[in-house]
Antibody, heavy 118, light 108 residues
C-alpha cells in the first residue's frame, strides 16, 4: 500500500524558515518524480515544486522560486521542502504527492499545516 | 503565469448531470486531469488524460476535451459527489504544473 506521510509543519514567524519532510513507502521511491502541492485555508490547490527521480530536474512555482528548495534522499525514501523567508501568504496545508500509474499526482499524503504569523 | 479557469460553483439535483468546464490556452497540447476533494481530505484523481477513468472510480464520472476547454461530467449525481473539483494540467512546455481555480459542486 502506498503511503506518504508529511511532517515538519508548525507555526513560524514571517521571515523564518521551516523544513518539511515526506516519508514514502509502498512503491519504488527512487523511480518516480515527486511533488509538493499546497492549499491555503479555504482556497484552491497550488502546485509548489517538482523533483525528478534522480534530482536532475527541479522546478518551482514563481511564488516560491528563490525561497523554497526541494530535495530528496532516495536511500531514505524521503522528500523534503526547505522553506526560507516565509511570508503570511505561505500559510497553507502542504501535501506531498507522487505519480504511479495515471498522473503526476496519483497519491497524496494527509498534509502538514504551515502557519506563518507573528 | 499560466492559468486554468473553472466556474466557482455548480449546483445539481440528485440524479441529474453536472458539467464542470476548465479553460486554458495549452489544453489542446497538454492532457488534463480532474481531482475530487472533500472537506478535510486530500484530493483524489477521478479522470486522467482528458477522458480516462482510474480503477475504482464510478462510471458516472467522465471527461472530454474540445480545443481550449476540457469538461468533467458527472452523470446521475449522488449526494456523495458533493465536493470541490479541480482540473490540472501543464503549461505549453510541459514543465510547470498548474491546478484550476476549483469548482464547488453542490447537490441540492
Amino acid at each position: 500500500e502506498v503511503q506518504l506521510v508529511e511532517s515538519g509543519g508548525g507555526l513560524v514567524k514571517p521571515g523564518g524558515s521551516l523544513r518539511l519532510s515526506c516519508a514514502a513507502s509502498g512503491f519504488i521511491f527512487s523511480s518516480y518524480s515527486m511533488n509538493w502541492v499546497r492549499q491555503a485555508p479555504g482556497k484552491g490547490l497550488e502546485w509548489v515544486s517538482s523533483i525528478s527521480s534522480r534530482s536532475n530536474y527541479i522546478y518551482y512555482a514563481d511564488s516560491v522560486k528563490g525561497r523554497f528548495t526541494i530535495s530528496r534522499d532516495n536511500a531514505k525514501n524521503s522528500l523534503y521542502l526547505q522553506m526560507n523567508s516565509l511570508r503570511a501568504e505561505d500559510t497553507a496545508v502542504y501535501y506531498c504527492a507522487s505519480p504511479l500509474y495515471y498522473s503526476n499526482f496519483d497519491y497524496w499524503g494527509q498534509g502538514t499545516l504551515v502557519t506563518v504569523s507573528s | 503565469s499560466y492559468e486554468l479557469t473553472q466556474p466557482p460553483s455548480v449546483s445539481v439535483s440528485p440524479g441529474q448531470t453536472a458539467r464542470i468546464t476548465c479553460s486554458g490556452d495549452a489544453l489542446p497540447n497538454q492532457y488534463a486531469y480532474w481531482y475530487q476533494q472533500k472537506p478535510g481530505q486530500a484530493p483524489v484523481l477521478v479522470i486522467y488524460k482528458d477522458s480516462e477513468r482510474p480503477s475504482g472510480i464510478p462510471e458516472r464520472f467522465s471527461g472530454s476535451s474540445s480545443g481550449t476547454t476540457v469538461t468533467l461530467t458527472i452523470s446521475g449525481v449522488q449526494a456523495e459527489d458533493e465536493a470541490d473539483y479541480y482540473c490540472q494540467s501543464a503549461d505549453s512546455s510541459g514543465t510547470y504544473q498548474v491546478f484550476g481555480t476549483g469548482t464547488k459542486v453542490t447537490v441540492l
